[in-house]
């Protein structure tokens, strides 16, 4: 018997989560934009990509590999697909967790076209012979297929087409050095600032014909943890409180009254975080105190309170994990409306 119907949602199912879950992946595709120009922010990147495709185009040669790595959410995939639109070359799909099996990354290789664009997803994830294998075939473009087992196994070199891989990650150390260095163009893709994600509620609403005012679109931009999968993902949520409480119009009462209804406060912290941050600073006068004894006290496991929760409270300055202990800091109190006491 499960008494225990008060846990938090995983990471994936929390409204302010930055991983896809499975509304997300159906309307993502159509959120989606097509092209550079239609891409919000990441102004560096976006100058440094253009230059590197329309070079690419100019030359009439196939574009450098490039990483790309980011945080989840921030438009990795997205920028895979427009990477291939932009050279209107093919876009093949696969993920490191798929590529378990040098063979599997064989077979994918062998098969592509001229051009075509492979964009590897959580590259990190891939396996290490797979791994060699992509190192010869992005450099030299050649794989060497081994045919049969054990001694009498014979490795055929096999030629391949020029082709981009496009390898995204959520971080770039996450990758051998040998593998890094063999990608063009490294694209590191920033969290997203307030007006930035004001312009993707925007451009989605249209999308989705929605009404929004100028306001109730950056009252849930503040609260999009700088990710534009949580703006989309709030704009529906608030969209729906507008339709069934009011007329469908997204104004900044209707979002704050809509986010207030999931919990997902004014910075962009919901339950969990709330929890965490109440417990250091209600209990503990702000720390320093250790990880268990916090857990504890929230009734988390400790990963629950590292990984889900404290990355975005020390990003916000919230809190610090020190030596001692997890310390809040004077941003907490005051988010909190809370004073130091002694
Ligand atoms: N710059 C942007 N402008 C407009 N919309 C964006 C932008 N970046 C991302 N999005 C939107 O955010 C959603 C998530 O983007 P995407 O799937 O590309 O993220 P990701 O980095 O691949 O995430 P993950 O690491 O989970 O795979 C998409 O629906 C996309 O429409
Ligand atoms: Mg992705």
Redesign the pocket.
């Known amino acids: 018997m499960n008494w225990d119907d008060t846990t938090e949602p995983t990471a994936a199912e929390r409204l302010v989560g ?3 879950d499975g509304e ?1 992946q159906a ?3 159509a ?3 097509r092209d550079l120009d ?5 102004e560096k990147v976006r100058e440094q990509l253009d230059l590197v495709l329309r070079a690419a185009r100019a030359r009439g040669a196939t574009a450098d590999h490039v990483l ?1 790595s ?12 427009i990477i291939a639109a932009e050279m209107e070359a093919p876009l093949r799909i696969t993920s490191g967790p798929a590529v378990q099996h040098a063979g599997d990354l064989a077979a994918i290789l062998s098969s592509l076209q001229e051009g075509e664009v492979l964009f590897l ?2 590259i990190h994830r891939m396996s290490r012979p797979a791994e060699e294998m992509l190192y010869m075939a992005m450099e030299d473009f050649r794989v060497d297929v081994i045919v049969g087992k054990g001694p009498g196994a014979t490795a055929i070199p096999l030629e391949l087409p020029p082709f981009t891989l496009v390898g ?1 990650t ?1 971080r770039a150390g996450l990758l051998p050095p040998p593998l890094r260095d063999r990608f063009g163009f490294t694209a590191h ?1 920033e969290f ?1 600032g307030p007006t ?1 994600l004001e ?2 509620i925007h ?2 609403a249209r999308l989705l014909e929605v009404r929004t005012t100028p306001e109730g679109a950056a009252e849930i931009a503040g609260r999009s943890r700088g ?3 949580i ?2 993902r709030l704009l529906r949520r608030v969209r729906d409180y507008a339709q069934v409480r009011a007329d469908g119009r997204i104004t900044r009462e209707i979002a704050e009254a809509a986010l207030a209804v999931y919990e997902v406060d004014a910075r962009g912290l919901d339950r969990l975080d709330r929890a965490v941050l109440e417990a250091l600073l209600k209990l503990f006068g702000g720390g320093p105190v250790g990880l268990s004894t916090l857990a504890v006290a929230v009734g988390e496991e400790r990963e629950t309170v590292t990984e889900v929760a404290e990355p975005f409270l020390v990003r916000e300055g919230l809190l610090a994990r020190t030596p001692r202990g997890r310390v809040a800091t004077p941003a907490a109190w005051r988010h909190l409306g809370l004073v130091p006491s002694g």
């Open positions: 930055s991983v896809a997300d309307v993502e595709a959120l989606r934009p239609e891409f919000i922010g990441q790309l980011g945080a989840p959410g921030l438009g990795k995939t997205t920028l895979s697909m997803d959580e995204a959520v893709m997203y930035e312009r993707v451009r989605s990710t534009p999968r703006a989309n």
